[in-house]
C-alpha cells in the first residue's frame, strides 16, 4: 500500500510547494490561467530527462503527480550531495519542486489499485523504465488505455523502444556518441570534450517529451484517444544534427574543428581569451555586426576580411586573422571588453560563469528557478 508520509517527506513536499509559490514560473494566484491547468501527469521517471520534463508542464500549470517506488525511490536523492548536506539532493530539488510526491510499491495488490486509480484520472503518463518494464509491471499502454483511453503516455529511452539496442544501458554521453554530436564538440585540437550540458539528456528526452506530448494532448482533446510516445533519446539527438549534416552533403563528410562556418573556421564566429583569464564569445557572424566590431576595435581595414566577402572558412587568411583578433583580446580584461562593446550592436558579449548569470539582469525573473 502507499507509504505513509513522515515528518521529512512532508516538510519535503511542503518545501517543493513553498518553492514553487515564490517562482515567478508558477505564481498561485496565476495557476488558473496557465495552459495546462486541469491537465495531470503521473511523472514515474528518475535521474534528470523524465524529471525535467514533468518540472516543465507543473510549469506550464499541470498538476503533476511524482510516484517513487518505496525503496530507495528516484536515485537522484542521493546524488551531487555536499559534504553535510541531508537528503534529498539539490538536483532533486531542482527538478521536482511544485510536484505532488507519492511513494508506491508497484508490486504490491494495494499500491497497484492506488496507481490505477490515478491513472483513471490522469492526462499524461511519464515513464523512463527499460523498454518493456511497464509491461511485466502488467502496466504496458494498451493496460492503460483500456483504463483512461484519452491517456497520453510517454517513454523515456536512450535508444528507443524497439531495435537491436533497445534494452542498452546508456548515458547522455553515449546517447551524442552515437549521434555524430559529440564528435562535433571538440577542442582546438579535434578531441572531443565533455560537456557539463546534458544535450541527450536536456534535448532529446526532456525537451523532446514536453513537445510530443503537448501535441498528442491537443489530439487526445479533439479525438478522445490517446497514444503511446516512443521518445528515444539518442535518436531525437540524431535527427537534430543538422549544421554537420549539411556540411556531409556539401563535401562528403563532416567538417573537423576548426574547419567550418560556426565550428571555429572563421574569426567573426570564435571565443576569445581575455587578459584576466575569461573569455568573449564572438558572433559577429553576419558583415553588418562583423562591420560594427570592426569600428569598435578600430580596425576598419579588417572589414573586407569576412566570410561573406570570400575570405575561406577555415582558410590562410581565417587562421591569421583569428591569431590577431586573439593578440587584441588578450590585451584588455573581460570586464574592460565587456565596457568597450556595451553600446555596439555587433554580438560580443562574455562568457559568463553560472553564479554571474544568476546575478546578471537578464535573468532577474528567472533565476530562482536554479535555486533548489
Given at each position: 500500500?502507499?507509504?505513509?508520509?513522515?515528518?521529512?517527506?512532508?516538510?519535503?513536499?511542503?518545501?517543493?510547494?513553498?518553492?514553487?509559490?515564490?517562482?515567478?514560473?508558477?505564481?498561485?494566484?496565476?495557476?488558473?490561467?496557465?495552459?495546462?491547468?486541469?491537465?495531470?501527469?503521473?511523472?514515474?521517471?528518475?535521474?534528470?530527462?523524465?524529471?525535467?520534463?514533468?518540472?516543465?508542464?507543473?510549469?506550464?500549470?499541470?498538476?503533476?503527480?511524482?510516484?517513487?517506488?518505496?525503496?530507495?525511490?528516484?536515485?537522484?536523492?542521493?546524488?551531487?550531495?555536499?559534504?553535510?548536506?541531508?537528503?534529498?539532493?539539490?538536483?532533486?530539488?531542482?527538478?521536482?519542486?511544485?510536484?505532488?510526491?507519492?511513494?508506491?510499491?508497484?508490486?504490491?495488490?494495494?499500491?497497484?489499485?492506488?496507481?490505477?486509480?490515478?491513472?483513471?484520472?490522469?492526462?499524461?503518463?511519464?515513464?523512463?523504465?527499460?523498454?518493456?518494464?511497464?509491461?511485466?509491471?502488467?502496466?504496458?499502454?494498451?493496460?492503460?488505455?483500456?483504463?483512461?483511453?484519452?491517456?497520453?503516455?510517454?517513454?523515456?529511452?536512450?535508444?528507443?523502444?524497439q531495435g537491436v539496442m533497445a534494452q542498452a544501458a546508456g548515458h547522455d554521453i553515449n546517447y551524442i556518441g552515437?549521434?555524430?554530436?559529440?564528435?562535433?564538440?571538440?577542442?582546438?585540437?579535434?578531441?572531443?570534450?565533455?560537456?557539463?550540458?546534458?544535450?541527450?539528456?536536456?534535448?532529446?528526452?526532456?525537451?523532446?517529451?514536453?513537445?510530443?506530448?503537448?501535441?498528442?494532448?491537443?489530439?487526445?482533446?479533439?479525438?478522445?484517444?490517446?497514444?503511446?510516445?516512443?521518445?528515444?533519446?539518442?535518436?531525437?539527438v540524431f535527427r537534430s544534427n543538422v549544421v554537420p549534416a549539411v556540411a556531409m552533403h556539401r563535401q562528403g563528410?563532416?567538417?573537423?574543428?576548426?574547419?567550418?562556418?560556426?565550428?571555429?573556421?572563421?574569426?567573426?564566429?570564435?571565443?576569445?581569451?581575455?587578459?584576466?583569464?575569461?573569455?568573449?564569445?564572438?558572433?559577429?557572424?553576419?558583415?553588418?555586426?562583423?562591420?560594427?566590431?570592426?569600428?569598435?576595435?578600430?580596425?576598419?581595414?579588417?572589414?573586407?576580411?569576412?566570410?561573406?566577402?570570400?575570405?575561406?572558412?577555415?582558410?590562410?587568411?581565417?587562421?591569421?586573422?583569428?591569431?590577431?583578433?586573439?593578440?587584441?583580446?588578450?590585451?584588455?580584461?573581460?570586464?574592460?571588453?565587456?565596457?568597450?562593446?556595451?553600446?555596439?550592436?555587433?554580438?560580443?558579449?562574455?562568457?559568463?560563469?553560472?553564479?554571474?548569470?544568476?546575478?546578471?539582469?537578464?535573468?532577474?525573473?528567472?533565476?530562482?528557478?536554479?535555486?533548489?
Amino acid at each position: 500500500m502507499t507509504e505513509p508520509l513522515d515528518a521529512a517527506h512532508s516538510r519535503e513536499t511542503s518545501a517543493l510547494s513553498a518553492l514553487s509559490a515564490l517562482s515567478p514560473l508558477s505564481s498561485p494566484s496565476q495557476q488558473s490561467d496557465k495552459p495546462l491547468s486541469g491537465v495531470t501527469v503521473l511523472d514515474l521517471t528518475r535521474l534528470l530527462p523524465g524529471p525535467l520534463a514533468g518540472l516543465r508542464l507543473a510549469e506550464m500549470g499541470a498538476h503533476v503527480i511524482k510516484i517513487e517506488d518505496t525503496g530507495a525511490g528516484d536515485y537522484a536523492r542521493e546524488m551531487m550531495l555536499g559534504d553535510d548536506e541531508s537528503p534529498p539532493s539539490a538536483f532533486w530539488r531542482l527538478l521536482n519542486r511544485g510536484k505532488t510526491v507519492e511513494r508506491l510499491d508497484l508490486k504490491s495488490d494495494a499500491d497497484r489499485k492506488t496507481f490505477l486509480d490515478h491513472v483513471a484520472h490522469a492526462d499524461v503518463l511519464l515513464e523512463g523504465f527499460r523498454p518493456g518494464v511497464m509491461a511485466r509491471l502488467g502496466f504496458g499502454y494498451e493496460a492503460l488505455a483500456r483504463v483512461r483511453p484519452s491517456l497520453v503516455m510517454a517513454s523515456i529511452s536512450g535508444y528507443g523502444q524497439q531495435g537491436v539496442m533497445a534494452q542498452a544501458a546508456g548515458h547522455d554521453i553515449n546517447y551524442i556518441g552515437y549521434a555524430g554530436v559529440l564528435d562535433q564538440l571538440c577542442d582546438a585540437g579535434d578531441v572531443p570534450i565533455v560537456p557539463n550540458f546534458q544535450i541527450g539528456d536536456l534535448y532529446g528526452g526532456a525537451q523532446a517529451a514536453v513537445q510530443e506530448v503537448l501535441a498528442a494532448l491537443v489530439a487526445a482533446q479533439r479525438t478522445g484517444r490517446g497514444r503511446w510516445l516512443d521518445i528515444s533519446m539518442t535518436h531525437e539527438v540524431f535527427r537534430s544534427n543538422v549544421v554537420p549534416a549539411v556540411a556531409m552533403h556539401r563535401q562528403g563528410q563532416v567538417s573537423r574543428a576548426g574547419k567550418d562556418l560556426l565550428n571555429g573556421g572563421v574569426p567573426c564566429y570564435q571565443v576569445y581569451r581575455t587578459k584576466d583569464g575569461r573569455y568573449m564569445a564572438v558572433g559577429a557572424l553576419e558583415l553588418k555586426f562583423w562591420e560594427s566590431l570592426c569600428d569598435v576595435l578600430g580596425r576598419s581595414d579588417w572589414k573586407a576580411r569576412h566570410w561573406a566577402l570570400g575570405q575561406e572558412v577555415g582558410g590562410d587568411d581565417a587562421l591569421a586573422l583569428r591569431a590577431e583578433l586573439m593578440a587584441v583580446f588578450a590585451g584588455a580584461t573581460q570586464a574592460e571588453w565587456v565596457a568597450r562593446f556595451a553600446d555596439a550592436d555587433c554580438c560580443v558579449t562574455p562568457v559568463l560563469r553560472l553564479e554571474e548569470a544568476m546575478m546578471h539582469p537578464l535573468f532577474a525573473q528567472l533565476h530562482e528557478a536554479l535555486l533548489p
